[in-house]
């Protein structure tokens, strides 16, 4: 894809052309869907929460300037439809901060660690962030992946700075230790 | 270990360009853009406003039969639905392009834009001192209370200075005068000439206020000024300003060279923020492109001269620092604790403690308490802190003895620090020998009985190093550690 074919085709979408629009919506679905596959397991949901940010994309193309990058601002948005879909879906979801199971999980053999030194896929990364909290979840996801800053994390969740880098460091942690549990199980096979 | 230190960042790598194998649904996606690209709520609203039109034009029909002068007013009102609903359409869709885009530029000149005019009505209207108010300025007083660790000692300030010409003040021609005028003051000769002020045009309508104010008026009057602010061809040219750059989360200074004491200044810093101030300083909490104006009042002027300069300066992103660490093997006086740089888009990073420049991997005595902090710079040279609590207790600070005897006998039969009765927190407890864990519990009703993982038993005489570690729900982390000896008979 070159810049002056996707500027073309930005062009386009805001003329409100449904070539235009077919275009991006096909070059960026997949990435798009990987982006909030990573807030929701629940593939159906996924689905949805794509097709609204999409929507919201071709609504609101004319407030993209060309400064920034095309891809960033529609990650940004699919991001924010994701947390506003998984707030809506589960209330006060994302103000829980315990996780017992997980609470439990990484309690035990916190000693000795063996270090991530093998790569791991996505889909065992994708398998871990499902067993954290969506409250965790979401905190590591916009850290991690979308690189909101705390208090940008704090006012999208309606949290303190605090908890968010608390909840950070907790989801860090966590998903360390359940990374590092499936390699041992990986090795015992 | 360099492996494990950027596991976050290869954790990223994996996901960057993750693109699973699904194909989006374009027809669903068109039929959606069919109805013309309204959110859900804005199509709900207008299937029923739609409906109540259909209503009202049905309505209309039918008493078009019985009586034509019903119909008129029905249709009109028809008219005025439709209207509002564009209007509201609009707005809601004006609404949703500021909160989702974020655009910090966009949204900041737009707040610019919104208050300068207000404020600049405000400042004619009232004089000094001008009165912002908080809930126009939205963010504008966020700046000074961005979220700052208290530790931060590596911030490096920015001063901004403005250089005025001199300021002269002397009287010009009423004509000539009126050509320098900016829009706000020409909106308010129209008000003034218009006769009846509307409420909140106190000035003029009593006529009565502070001296100041009413000169304001007089000025503004136009043919009574005697004064007025002269712009030099030097500063016609635009502001000679000291820097370009500063970077994101760092106070930048602001000031004025060749300014008259007397006079009044409004800074905006095109972030939304504004300061009266007339040595200021901002803290611009998003990186980005913004616009300064300065606004200069000569006193007793009711007049007011606005520059506003393009570009005036680049903020640039700050990394976010980000550290973590873990304790690596400790004897009863000292740990090893390895430090890890978890910050994404650093160029470079520094390990700080005390005033010393140290390496990732550090050898702490016990008991202390030590802030380690993480210098990180980007390629713009912008730098973030990162502050991080490393505790370490012995024995003492743990309330554990010092010894005790797993015999069987009743008496110090078990071991546990009874500190783990006051924390709120997961905590682990272990037992060490030489670099192999012997025990370990979390369970307060779990404590040492002596009994080994192996099967075996603490031997009598030996001393066997433990290590308690926490994490406080502030993510502070605290290691004890210290020795127990088993007591032999």
């Known amino acids: 894809m070159s810049e002056k074919e996707l500027r073309l085709h930005i062009d386009g979408c805001k003329r409100g052309d449904r070539l235009s629009q077919q275009w991006v919506f096909e070059r960026y679905y997949r990435l798009m869907f990987g982006v909030c596959l990573r807030y929701t397991s629940d593939q159906d949901r996924v689905q949805d929460i794509v097709q609204e940010g999409f929507l919201k994309v071709f609504t609101n193309i004319e407030g993209f300037t060309s400064k920034g990058s095309f891809e960033g601002w529609i990650r940004r948005i699919m991001?924010?439809?994701?947390?506003?879909?998984?707030?809506?879906?589960?209330?006060?979801?994302?103000?829980?901060?315990?996780?017992?199971?997980?609470?439990?999980?990484?309690?035990?053999?916190?000693?000795?660690?063996?270090?991530?030194?093998?790569?791991?896929?996505?889909?065992?990364v994708l398998l871990a962030m499902n067993k954290l909290s969506p409250a965790y979840r979401a905190v590591f996801n916009l850290y991690v992946f979308d690189n909101y800053s705390h208090a940008e994390i704090a006012e999208k969740l309606h949290i303190s700075v605090g908890a968010s880098k608390s909840n950070l460091a907790k989801a860090k942690r966590k998903i360390r230790h359940l990374l590092v549990l499936n390699l041992r199980q990986k090795v015992e096979k | 270990m360099s492996e494990n230190l950027n596991w976050i960042d290869r954790l990223r790598q994996s996901f960057e360009s993750f693109e699973p194998k699904v194909n989006g649904n374009w027809n669903a996606m068109q039929k959606r853009l069919d109805v013309s690209g309204y959110s859900a709520s804005e199509l709900d609203m207008v299937s029923r406003v739609k409906a109540a039109q259909r209503f009202a034009f049905g309505a209309s029909v039918v008493a078009a039969g019985l009586a034509l002068w019903m119909v008129i007013p029905k249709v009109a009102e028809q008219d005025?639905?439709?209207?509002?609903?564009?209007?509201?359409?609009?707005?809601?869709?004006?609404?949703?392009?500021?909160?989702?885009?974020?655009?910090?530029?966009?949204?900041?000149?737009?707040?610019?834009?919104?208050?300068?005019?207000?404020?600049?009505?405000?400042y004619?209207?009232?004089?000094?001192?001008?009165?912002?108010?908080?809930?126009?300025?939205g963010r504008s007083y966020d700046a000074g209370a961005v979220q700052l660790d208290p530790d931060v000692t590596a911030r490096t300030t920015t001063t901004f200075i403005l250089n005025l010409p001199e300021m002269t003040v002397h009287a010009r021609p009423p004509v000539e005068m009126k050509e320098e005028f900016t829009a706000a003051d020409a909106e308010m000769?129209?008000?003034?000439?218009?006769?009846?002020l509307a409420?909140?045009?106190?000035?003029?309508?009593?006529?009565?206020l502070e001296g100041e104010s009413e000169k304001g008026a007089e000025s503004a009057n136009s043919t009574s000024a005697k004064s007025n602010l002269e712009m030099t061809a030097a500063e016609e040219a635009g502001f000679n300003i000291s820097v370009q750059e500063a970077c994101a989360g760092t106070e930048v200074s602001f000031a004025l060279n060749g300014m008259d004491e007397r006079a009044s200044v409004l800074w905006?810093?095109?972030?939304?923020?504004?300061?009266?101030?007339?040595?200021?300083?901002?803290?611009?909490?998003?990186?980005?492109t913004y616009d300064i104006t300065v606004s200069v009042r000569a006193p007793g002027d009711g007049t007011i001269r606005t520059r506003s300069v393009e570009n005036m300066i680049v903020v640039r992103p700050k990394p976010a620092a980000e550290m973590s660490w873990e304790f690596e093997e400790s004897n009863a006086s000292?740990?090893?604790?390895?430090?890890?740089?978890?910050?994404?888009?650093?160029?470079?990073?520094?390990?700080?403690?005390?005033?010393e420049d140290i390496s990732s991997s550090v050898a702490l005595k016990i008991p202390g308490e030590y802030y380690v902090n993480l210098v990180a710079s980007n390629a713009f040279g912008c730098q973030d802190v990162a502050v991080e609590k490393i505790q370490l207790g012995d024995r003492k600070e743990a309330i554990a003895p010092a010894m005790f005897s797993p015999d069987g006998d009743g008496r110090y039969d078990t071991f546990m620090p009874l500190i783990v009765l006051d924390l709120q927190d997961d905590w682990t407890l272990t037992v060490w020998d030489g670099m192999e864990v012997v025990f370990e519990t979390n369970d307060v009703r779990g404590p040492w009985d002596g009994s080994l993982q192996d099967g075996g038993r603490a031997v009598s005489?030996?001393?066997?190093?433990?290590?308690?570690e926490t994490t406080s729900t502030a993510g502070d982390r605290c290691l004890f550690v210290d020795n127990v000896l088993i007591d032999g008979e």
């Open chain 2, 461 to 468: 005489g030996k001393s066997y190093i433990w290590k308690l």
């Open chain 2, 199 to 208: 409420e909140g045009d106190r000035i003029s309508a009593t006529g009565s």
């Open chain 2, 124 to 137: 004619l209207s009232e004089g000094l001192p001008l009165k912002l108010d908080p809930a126009l300025i």
């Open chain 2, 80 to 122: 005025l639905l439709s209207t509002e609903l564009e209007n509201s359409l609009v707005e809601a869709k004006e609404r949703e392009n500021g909160l989702l885009i974020e655009d910090a530029e966009a949204n900041a000149q737009n707040v610019h834009a919104a208050i300068s005019d207000e404020h600049r009505s405000n």
């Open chain 2, 268 to 288: 905006n810093f095109g972030d939304g923020g504004f300061s009266q101030q007339e040595s200021p300083s901002h803290i611009y909490e998003n990186a980005g």
């Open chain 1, 79 to 124: 991001v924010n439809t994701a947390i506003d879909a998984v707030r809506k879906w589960k209330t006060s979801a994302l103000e829980s901060t315990e996780d017992s199971e997980l609470e439990r999980l990484s309690g035990s053999e916190e000693e000795e660690e063996p270090m991530l030194a093998d790569s791991f896929t996505v889909q065992e």
């Open chain 2, 334 to 355: 000292r740990v090893n604790v390895h430090l890890i740089d978890e910050t994404m888009g650093a160029s470079s990073s520094t390990w700080i403690m005390g005033q």
């Open chain 2, 189 to 196: 000769n129209k008000r003034n000439e218009e006769g009846p």
